[in-house]
C-alpha cells in the first residue's frame, strides 16, 4: 500500500489552537517564513559565518563538566527529577558576563540519569516570562508527555512528565519546543541530557566514570553583540539556511581544556547547534572508535577519522590515551561539513570558508594517571538493541522536502505548519516505511517524535554501519532519498507527534508537520 501525507480531516479545540498560538506569535513575526518573505533564492545567496579559533596564548579556560542528576527514587520504583527554567548570566567568553537561560543553572543543564523500564516523573517549573516546553528528544514516550508544542508551560506554571523510560542504553538530550520561539530558547542557553542506562554495560566494557573517562560533550555556536549579548537577530541568510554563530562553544565556553587520563575515555558528543552541521576529528590522527549513534550501541565499533554530525544528532566514540605521554595535548578539531549548511548543486558548501578550515573545539591535555579497573581495550562486539524490520507489504508514505528557491519557503509536501491541523493518522503499533525525498539544493536533518525507527537506505544504498540499528534524527543531503523504517507509537492517542526538519529555524518558521495515532 502506498500513501502520502494527508490531512487526517480533525481539527484541534480552537480556544487550545490560540493558546498554543500564543507562544509562536512574535518570533514567528521576526522570522517572516524561513526564505520567504524579502529573504534572497538560495540560487544567489552565499554563507559568510566562519568560525573563529581559539587564540593561542589565551588565559587557559577548564571544560565545564555537565553535572549528572541521579534524580530521588521514590520508594515505589520510580526516579523523579525536577527542573527549573531561568534566566542567569554566564561568561561564556572570558571576562564577559552575558544573559543566558538555563535548566537549574544559568546555562544549560543537567544530565539525568534515566534507568530502562523505570516509572519515571519529570517537574519542569518555568520561572520565565514567557512559553517555554520541555521536549525529550529521542524519548520513546506517550505523546501527552512529549514536551513538543501541544504541551506549553505558561510563565510561572509546573508541567509535570511521567513515563516508564523504554530505551536502550543511550545519549538523548532535552531542550525547548514552543512553536516560533524554539531557536531563540535553544541558542539563548536551554538544553541538557538525558543518559539512560539498561544495566547491560559496566566499566570493563565502556567507559562509564562520569566526568573523569566518559565525558559529555554539548557543541553549539553561537554569535555575540559588542557588549557581550547572544545576538539572535536573524539575517536574511540565517532564514535562509538557519542560524550561524562564529564561536563553537563546548559545554557553554569557548576553547575550553580538558584534562584526561591515560587510558581509554568515551566522549559523548552532542550537535547541539541551530543549523550547523559539523565535521569532527582528532588533531594528531588518532581514530575515534564510535561504539553509539543517537539510539544506541552499534553492533560494534567502527574506527572512524572523521565525523559528522548534524544539528540534533549524537555519537559516542573511544579514544584511547593509554599510551600518550604525560601532558600529550590532542585537540578536537571542528568544521562545518561540506554540502550540509549550504548550498547543493555546487553553490557551496558550508559557512566561511568551507570544510577545510578547521577551528579547535576542545583541547584535551593527558594529564590524569590510569584509573583502577579502566576499560583495558575496546569490545569487538556490542549488544544494540534490535534495528526496526519492515515487512514487503508495509504501507509506504512519502514527505517531499520542498521550497527554497526564489524566496520560496521550506515546506513538506508543500505545505507549512499549522498547530490546528492534522497532517497524517497512523495506526497503532504499525512499521510502515516512510520516504524522505529531499527536492531542495540544501540537507536538512529530520526528526522524528515519539518512534522507534531504523534507516533502510539512501538513494537506494544500505546505509553504513553506523547509521544502523535505532535512529531518531537522520539527514537527508540536497537532492537526495532516503527511506525509514517507523514503528508507530504502540497506543491509541488523539495528541499529535512532530515530524520536522531539525535546522531550529527551519522548524520555527514552519517546515514541520504533525500525526495522530488512530
Known amino acids: 500500500m502506498n500513501a502520502t501525507l494527508t490531512t487526517a480531516g480533525k481539527r484541534l479545540d480552537e480556544r487550545r489552537r490560540m493558546l498554543l498560538l500564543g507562544a509562536a506569535g512574535a518570533s514567528l513575526a521576526q522570522l517572516s517564513g524561513c526564505g520567504g518573505g524579502g529573504s534572497p533564492s538560495m540560487m544567489n545567496q552565499g554563507i559568510n559565518m566562519g568560525l573563529v579559533d581559539p587564540a593561542a596564548g589565551a588565559t587557559e579556560r577548564s571544560l565545564p563538566i555537565v553535572q549528572q542528576d541521579a534524580g530521588v527514587a521514590d520508594g515505589s520504583g520510580g526516579r523523579q527529577f525536577a527542573l527549573a527554567v531561568r534566566r542567569g548570566s554566564s561568561q561564556i567568553l572570558s571576562g564577559v558576563?552575558?544573559?543566558?537561560?538555563?535548566?537549574?543553572?544559568?546555562?544549560?543543564?543537567?544530565?539525568?540519569?534515566?534507568?530502562?523500564?523505570?516509572?519515571?516523573?519529570?517537574?519542569?517549573?518555568?520561572?520565565?516570562?514567557?512559553?517555554?516546553?520541555?521536549?525529550?528528544?529521542?524519548?520513546?514516550?506517550?505523546p501527552e508527555v512529549d514536551g513538543g508544542?501541544?504541551?506549553?508551560?505558561?510563565?510561572?506554571?509546573?508541567?509535570?512528565?511521567?513515563?516508564?523510560?523504554?530505551?536502550?542504553?543511550?545519549?538523548?538530550?532535552?531542550?525547548?519546543?514552543?512553536?516560533?520561539?524554539?531557536?531563540?530558547?535553544?541558542?539563548?542557553?536551554?538544553?541538557?541530557?538525558?543518559?539512560?542506562?539498561?544495566?547491560?554495560?559496566?566499566?570493563?566494557?565502556?567507559?562509564?566514570?562520569?566526568?573523569?573517562?566518559?565525558?559529555?560533550?554539548?557543541?553549539q555556536d553561537k554569535r555575540f553583540t559588542a557588549d557581550g549579548r547572544i545576538d539572535y537577530t536573524l539575517t536574511a541568510n540565517d532564514q535562509l539556511v538557519g542560524y550561524a554563530g562564529d564561536r563553537l562553544l563546548v559545554n557553554g565556553v569557548f576553547g575550553p581544556t580538558w584534562r584526561a587520563p591515560r587510558q581509554w575515555v568515551r566522549l559523548r558528543l552532542l550537535n547541539g547547534c541551530n543549523a550547523r552541521i559539523?565535521?569532527?576529528r582528532l588533531s594528531d590522527a588518532t581514530p575515534m572508535l564510535q561504539s553509539a549513534n543517537e539510539g544506541g550501541a552499534i553492533a560494534a565499533p567502527v574506527a572512524r577519522s572523521t565525523l559528522k554530525l548534524a544539528p540534533g544528532?549524537?555519537?559516542?566514540?573511544?579514544?584511547?590515551?593509554?599510551?600518550?605521554?604525560?601532558?600529550?595535548?590532542?585537540?578536537?578539531?571542528?568544521?562545518?561539513?561540506?554540502?550540509?549548511?549550504?548550498?547543493?548543486?555546487?553553490?557551496?558548501?558550508?559557512?566561511?570558508?568551507?570544510?577545510?578550515?578547521?577551528?579547535?573545539?576542545?583541547?584535551?591535555?593527558?594529564?590524569?594517571?590510569?584509573?583502577?579497573?579502566?576499560?583495558?581495550?575496546?569490545?569487538?562486539?556490542?549488544?544494540?538493541?534490535?534495528?526496526?524490520?519492515?515487512?514487503?507489504?508495509?504501507?509506504?508514505?512519502?514527505?517531499?522536502?520542498?521550497g527554497g528557491m526564489m524566496g520560496s519557503p521550506f515546506t513538506i509536501n508543500g505545505r507549512r505548519f499549522d498547530i490546528g491541523r492534522i497532517d497524517l493518522a497512523v495506526p497503532p503499533g504499525a512499521v510502515e516505511v516512510w520516504r524522505f525525498v529531499n527536492a531542495t539544493g540544501m540537507a536538512h536533518p529530520m526528526h522524528v517524535h515519539g518512534v522507534r525507527m531504523s534507516?533502510?537506505?539512501?538513494?537506494?544504498?544500505?546505509?553504513?554501519?553506523?547509521?544502523?540499528?535505532?535512529?531518531?534524527?537522520?539527514?537527508?543531503?540536497?537532492?537526495?532519498?532516503?527511506?525509514?523504517?517507523?514503528?508507530?507509537?504502540?497506543?491509541?492517542?488523539?495528541?499529535?507527534?512532530?515530524?520536522?526538519?531539525?535546522?531550529?529555524?527551519?522548524?520555527?518558521?514552519?517546515?514541520?508537520?504533525?500525526?495522530?495515532?488512530?
Open 97 to 142: 558576563n552575558t544573559p543566558t537561560l538555563g535548566y537549574n543553572g544559568a546555562l544549560l543543564g543537567p544530565a539525568l540519569r534515566l534507568h530502562t523500564g523505570e516509572r519515571t516523573t519529570i517537574r519542569v517549573l518555568n520561572d520565565l516570562d514567557e512559553i517555554t516546553t520541555a521536549h525529550w528528544h529521542g524519548l520513546v514516550i506517550p
Open 149 to 219: 508544542p501541544h504541551q506549553p508551560i505558561a510563565p510561572g506554571a509546573t508541567w509535570e512528565a511521567s513515563f516508564p523510560v523504554a530505551n536502550p542504553a543511550s545519549t538523548c538530550w532535552f531542550h525547548p519546543h514552543a512553536h516560533g520561539s524554539t531557536g531563540r530558547q535553544v541558542v539563548s542557553g536551554l538544553a541538557g541530557l538525558l543518559i539512560i542506562d539498561d544495566g547491560t554495560v559496566g566499566p570493563t566494557v565502556l567507559p562509564d566514570t562520569w566526568g573523569v573517562d566518559d565525558l559529555a560533550l554539548v557543541l
Open 278 to 280: 559539523l565535521e569532527l
Open 313 to 402: 544528532e549524537r555519537a559516542e566514540v573511544l579514544v584511547n590515551f593509554g599510551n600518550a605521554n604525560a601532558g600529550q595535548v590532542t585537540r578536537l578539531l571542528a568544521s562545518t561539513a561540506g554540502g550540509g549548511m549550504g548550498m547543493g548543486m555546487g553553490m557551496g558548501t558550508g559557512m566561511g570558508a568551507g570544510p577545510d578550515t578547521e577551528v579547535t573545539a576542545l583541547t584535551m591535555r593527558v594529564d590524569l594517571r590510569r584509573q583502577p579497573g579502566a576499560m583495558s581495550s575496546p569490545p569487538t562486539r556490542l549488544s544494540p538493541a534490535p534495528a526496526v524490520s519492515v515487512g514487503t507489504a508495509a504501507t509506504v508514505r512519502t514527505f517531499s522536502l520542498e
Open 455 to 518: 534507516l533502510l537506505s539512501r538513494d537506494g544504498s544500505t546505509p553504513a554501519p553506523h547509521e544502523q540499528g535505532l535512529r531518531d534524527t537522520f539527514l537527508v543531503d540536497a537532492m537526495q532519498t532516503i527511506s525509514v523504517a517507523v514503528q508507530t507509537p504502540l497506543v491509541t492517542s488523539s495528541v499529535p507527534l512532530m515530524f520536522h526538519c531539525h535546522i531550529l529555524e527551519h522548524e520555527d518558521a514552519g517546515m514541520m508537520g504533525q500525526f495522530v495515532t488512530t
